[in-house]
Each structure stands twice: as structure tokens, then as C-alpha cells.
């Protein structure tokens, strides 16, 4: 069976691989029907596209880091981007969260990020809250991820996830308040910009 028989319309939805099947990298790349999908420990997951909020959002964050950015050694960069986050392993993991950071230029390579970047960002939707605070938060944490944001534009909040001994601690954050960027000393971002329409 063709694993996008199993689309439902949902934003995002795992496609059990036929027979059990782990597929890696090499596979993902020949897949060129035009669906965005995402591959986790070698499981499909397809995702519609970002509707108008989330690309707001989305520009917003990304307005801020550029800007603070400029001329600093650190990079931003959003979706769509590849990240092998164990490309030096399995290569069967490969996410496209909507905005990353890389200070390490060494994980750069013309098709996308080989490594875990320095901090991602993931902006909600209905339907891929629990993909993004579940399945990628243990993908995130397992490949050492340091700061990994996740924007809610429901409650209009962010949980900031910092790495501290092989985990995870938790700050959260509301629309009327400024968050510091971890991995980006004097770094501040201004929420109620972010959730400006």
C-alpha cells in the first residue's frame, strides 16, 4: 500500500511504514511527490503547510533573531530546512522545525543541517500540539539539543525547554512578558511582538 493512502488531512500524521520497514535518509530523498513529511526513528510523518498565523508568528521570531543576529557568529534559519539529527548513525531522522539556530557552521552542508543545532523552535497547531511537546520533545532532548521553544498561538504563551543534566527544565512565559534566548547571551525576545497581528 502507498503510505499517503493513509493521509486523513490531518497537519500531521504518522504513516506506519508497510511490514515494519525503518526507512533512513537515502530513502527520504526519493520522495519527490511535492508532501512535506518529516522522518522520526525511521517513521514517516506527513505535514500539511503552516496556514497564514503560523507563518506570522513564524516571521515575527525570525525578524527578532535576524536582527540580533547581525554580524554575530550564530545563524537563523526556518522551514523548510532539513535537520539529520543522527546523520552520523541511523540517518533516519530528519525534522524541519520552523525556526533554527546554528553557531556551529561545521553542521552546515549545501542540502541542509547534519547535527543537532543549537536551539529549535516549533509553533502549534491544533493538530501537531502533541507531536511537538511529545514525539519531538524526547527527539530534541535524545539528540542534546540545548533550548528548544515551543509557541502556542491559542494562549498566545511559549515554553522555553533548556538542557540541564540530560534533561529538560521548563520556563514558561505569556504574551506581555520578554523571554532571554539561552544560547544567546543579551538575547531578548519581545512576546508581545511575536504575537502581534
Known sequence: MNSNENLTGLEVEEAQP???????YTDY?????????ELIDGKIY??????????????????????FLKGKECEVYYAPLDVRLN??????????????IVCDDSILDDAGIKGAPDMVVEILSPTTADYDRATKFNIYLQAGIKEYWIVDPETQ????????????????YSNNETAPVRILEGCMINLSEIFAE
Open 18 to 24: 508497510a511490514y515494519d520497514i525503518r526507512y533512513t
Open 29 to 37: 530523498l526519493q520522495w519527490d511527490d511535492g508532501m512535506r513529511r
Open 46 to 67: 506527513f505535514m500539511a503547510g503552516p496556514n497564514r498565523r503560523h507563518q506570522k508568528l513564524s516571521g515575527n521570531l525570525y525578524d527578532q533573531f535576524k536582527a
Open 87 to 100: 546523520a552520523d548513525t541511523l540517518d533516519d531522522t530528519v525534522v524541519q522545525p520552523d525556526l533554527i
Open 157 to 172: 504563551s511559549l515554553a522555553v525547554n533548556i538542557l540541564n543534566d540530560g534533561r529538560y527544565i521548563t520556563y514558561l
